[in-house]
């Protein structure tokens, strides 16, 4: 490979290299936020930094299968009601500190620095989700060279209030980016 | 694998993904000056080749879920801006690899696979592109450099 792309919980900490668990929650719970934080290892910046969701691609240990796991949660992007709505949600606004004002909501799904992942935004490679610059990076999808370079965002789990089947769910967050050495 | 830079004087520069990796090759920091042609390898094998005068540019699109094991390049790419001086491009196979050559001057043999060159091109970027994951490649002109 000719450059890594490294994922932490804090600035140029240990490398995550397992499955993160998002946490649990009932109906209706907004689980707690994690911060995430990313950096690489090429000598230049790397660019067109975006994200996506897909369906879970390892060993699966949920209670239904990755696919169904996957369309789930796009689906709980999707709602168009209060009862059904939650999902895979990003706040990239580091720069201030993550403000409740930017995670999205039924009527906002895509604020200016946040957003659900749902159908058309961040569900697949052709729609992923450029990298704020607000996260840290040097320009929006440019991320600096460096071992600590204060790249960061949140992402949290919303469960939907009418949803009714407990058990585990399973998504892959992926990375996409383009490096000249 | 890598790619190979090729020059009018003869020589060439060559940087595997693992001279990449570990600094020891740069396409930034090699020569520039007098570039002919450039060859993408992908498992050992040429897979794209573009060749003419003027700028040339490479990138690679890599791909590595959070928390997963390794990251993969899924897409190598080789680019040339086209100039005022760029006439016409034609498409060649050799073997797997896509070859496009961007003509200064018109060729004097039949040609059966083109890219015209407009004026309107001009200021774009004439891009091969290899999907690692499908096998596909593919020709198009970017706005920007990738």
């Known amino acids: 490979m000719t450059v890594g792309i490294l994922f932490s919980t804090t600035n140029g900490g240990t490398a995550l290299t397992d499955d993160q668990d998002m946490g649990s929650g009932s109906n209706g719970d907004t689980i707690t936020a994690q911060t995430i934080y990313l950096r690489h290892d090429g000598a230049n910046n790397i660019t067109n930094v975006r994200f996506y969701l897909r369906a879970y691609a390892s060993s699966y240990t949920g ?60 569900d697949s490679s ?27 965002w949140q992402h949290r789990v919303v469960v939907p209030s009418d949803e009714d089947t407990t058990g585990v769910r399973l998504t892959e967050m992926v990375f996409l980016y383009d490096y000249t050495s | 694998m890598g790619w190979v830079k090729y020059f009018y004087d003869g020589t060439s520069y060559v940087a595997t993904d693992k001279d990449i990796a570990t ?30 005068i003027g700028e040339f540019w490479q990138s690679d699109t890599m791909e590595a879920p959070v928390g997963g094991e390794g990251f993969h390049i899924v ?36 040609i059966r696979t083109t890219i015209p060159l407009r004026a309107r091109d001009i200021g774009k970027w004439l891009t091969l592109e290899y999907d690692v994951v499908s096998g596909n490649k593919r020709h198009y002109l970017s706005d920007v450099r990738i």
């Open chain 2, 23 to 52: 600094r020891v090759s740069s396409w930034r920091n090699s020569r520039f000056e007098g570039l002919q042609r450039v060859d993408i390898f992908h498992d050992e094998s040429p897979i794209l080749s573009l060749s003419g």
């Open chain 1, 126 to 152: 052709a729609n992923a989700i450029t990298l704020s610059s607000n996260t840290g990076c040097t320009s929006d999808g440019t991320v600096q060279a460096g071992s600590s370079p204060n790249v960061r």
């Open chain 1, 63 to 122: 209670g239904a299968t990755a696919i169904d796991d996957f369309a789930e949660i796009i689906g709980w992007g999707d709602a168009t009601t209060s009862s059904a709505f939650g999902g895979v949600q990003f706040n990239m606004d580091a720069g201030n500190s993550f403000p409740a004002a930017q995670w999205p909501t039924l009527a906002s799904k895509s604020t200016t620095y946040g957003l659900v992942c749902r159908t058309g935004y961040g």
């Open chain 2, 75 to 110: 897409k190598r790419r080789v680019q040339k801006r086209i100039t005022s001086r760029d006439i016409i491009a034609t498409i060649e196979t050799q073997g797997d690899a896509l070859a496009v050559n961007v003509h200064y001057l018109l060729p004097a043999s039949l």
